[in-house]
């Protein structure tokens, strides 16, 4: 066979090019993760709450990657935000949705506001769960799609002083996993990224202290590409991440509820 002139060389490129959409895509795990699909020359779109960040990250990924990359201004905290989104998007052909968006708060759960914590809880799970449904049933219709969902590895214990945050990460890993399994059938592959500490700006709004392991977001993003396009359905990054979990939970446990009640007394203490 000859060999492919540069204009079909580069029409097979494009057509093999996916359209990832990316929400908490501003920053954090969210922009490195974007940033790794645009360096394979994939198309981006980026969803958060600061329209700054968002204008940002897209004139540097543009700068960097000259991929195309839409932003998408949005607060999945407010009810019905999810179906908002997917309303902008719908037309677009998505190939990847990643679920990124998330946040926590650190401190005795009976201490913190109820109006936040419900708003933590509609991004962490109910806003998920729905942009899944919606994109589900596209990505069943055309027989491919694939959906990542960003829990942590708070995802397969209790977390004292951070309960409802890891528990809505177990939210997320127990419905991915079980996404997983209805969406095979139809050619669509659906995982649960569940990073460690990852160096963000989590640490400072949640009112922890980072810990002496924590990896890099870009290090996290590149394990979680790769893993991803190799259907992966649970993807832990990092090796000491991975041995932890063989810990009996009765340990983990109290490791989280020490570590977390000490970032508690030093914030108290300023």
Do not use: W
């Not at 990643?98 to 759960?109: D, K, L, R």
């Not at 942009?131 to 960003?150: H, Q």
């Not at 939210?171 to 209805?182: D, G, T």
């Amino acid at each position: 066979m000859g060999r492919l002139s540069k204009k079909a060389y580069l029409h097979n490129i494009i057509l093999y090019m996916s359209k990832v959409l990316i929400t908490g895509g501003s920053q954090g795990i969210g922009l490195a993760l974007a940033k790794q699909y645009a360096k394979e020359g994939n198309e981006l779109i980026l969803c958060a709450r600061d329209h700054v960040r968002l204008s940002e990250a897209r004139n540097e990924i543009q700068s960097q990657y000259h991929v195309r990359t839409q932003i998408i201004s949005i607060d999945l905290s407010k009810p019905r935000a999810a179906e908002a989104l997917y309303e902008k998007v719908q037309n677009q052909d998505i190939d990847i949705l990643i679920n990124n968006a998330g946040f926590g708060f650190t401190e005795e759960s009976r201490k913190i506001d109820i109006e936040k914590e419900e708003s933590m809880m509609q991004v962490n799970t109910v806003a998920l769960m729905s942009l899944c449904k919606l994109f589900m049933n596209d990505f069943v219709k055309k027989g491919s799609g694939t959906i990542v969902n960003v829990a942590s590895t708070g995802a397969f214990q209790p977390g004292p002083y951070i309960a409802a945050y890891y528990a809505s990460k177990s939210f997320v890993l127990n419905y991915s996993k079980a996404l997983a399994v209805e969406a095979k059938p139809y050619g669509v592959h659906v995982c649960c990224l569940c990073p460690g500490p990852v160096d963000t700006d989590f640490y400072m709004k949640s009112g922890s202290r980072k810990p002496r392991t924590i990896m890099s977001a870009e290090k996290t993003a590149e394990i979680a590409v790769k893993k991803i396009a190799e259907s992966k359905t649970v993807i832990i990054p990092g090796f000491l991440n991975r041995l932890a979990l063989i810990l009996p939970e009765s340990v983990r446990v109290r490791f989280v509820a020490r570590s977390k009640y000490k970032n508690l007394i030093k914030k108290q203490n300023g």
